[in-house]
């Protein structure tokens, strides 16, 4: 079993109209194919929210499979760990350029990957929708929110209360994205979230031959966001990752 994890994030049309950077950022960091992933949303409001969203991810990334051969760390504690020290990270930064740290705000994505066994953290908005045996699965929905284009951050001083942890097992591929890919991954029913299975699966099939010919797909993934549909569906800056768990075939004897 081998997972290969590929993605990219581009500008929406509103910072790319206002020549503004993109203030999306994610992390894939690699240790004996246990995987940590992180994937930000700098907030808009906030200055400096696209450093805030790089320094959130490169840390959250490392920390999280930080010294994973140690059995005393529950995979939930490890997560929580990626938060904590992502803040810090981005609060030590903030107070070294005497910015006030909210400046910096993002949301958070992160999670533990190991064989078919995947663990999330999620504080804001944002998705992370997965497939199990060719079947679309929602895995961390947006969170919620008092008001409209309002978001939890990383940088509240009540982080911990938004931080939400879903362990979730025998996963075959996972999608991880911020809220400009929100409206194409998952459909709001009733209340609730659902995953919209025509983008998914497509995307999906069209990744697995990619990678069964030994292409890389960012390229493509990249296209994908810029393109005209993606972005007349928002006009926010879009990342998508995607975590695919390619099946190695057996030698023959």
């Keep these: ?29 690699c240790s004996e194919n246990i995987w940590g992933i992180a994937v ?26 930080a010294d994973f051969e140690n059995p005393d760390i ?4 490890r997560i929580r ?10 609060i030590k930064e903030a107070n070294e350029r005497e910015i006030n740290p909210s400046e910096f705000a993002s949301t958070l994505i992160v999670a533990f990957y190991s064989d078919e066994r995947i663990t999330l953290g999620h504080i804001g908005d944002g998705i992370a929708v997965g497939t199990r045996k060719g079947q679309a699965l929602l895995l961390s929905s947006p969170g919620d929110s008092e008001y409209a284009n309002e978001t939890a951050s990383l940088t509240q001083s009540d982080w911990e209360n938004q931080l939400r942890i879903t362990p979730c097992f025998e996963i075959d591929h996972v999608i991880i ?7 194409a991954l998952a459909i709001k029913r009733g209340g609730s979230y659902q995953p919209h299975e025509p983008f998914i699966l497509p995307l999906l099939s069209f990744i697995e031959k990619k990678i069964s010919a030994n ?12 393109s005209r549909k993606m972005q007349e569906l928002s006009g926010d800056d879009k990342t998508l990752v995607v975590i695919f768990r390619e099946q190695i075939p057996k030698a023959e004897s």
């Design 40 to 65: 930000a949303d700098g907030l808009g409001s906030a200055r400096h929210s696209d450093a805030g969203a790089r320094i959130a991810v490169d840390t959250a990334s490392k920390v999280v499979i």
């Design 81 to 90: 760990q990626a938060f904590l020290k992502a803040r810090e990270a981005v």
């Design 177 to 183: 994205a911020t809220d400009g890919c929100q409206g």
């Design 74 to 77: 529950a995979v939930e504690e």
């Design 215 to 226: 292409l890389n797909p960012e390229s493509d993934i990249t296209t994908l966001l810029s």
């Design 1 to 29: 079993m081998s997972i290969r994890i590929s993605g990219s994030s581009v500008r929406g049309n509103r910072h790319i109209q206002s020549d503004q950077p993109c203030q999306d950022a994610y992390a894939a960091v």
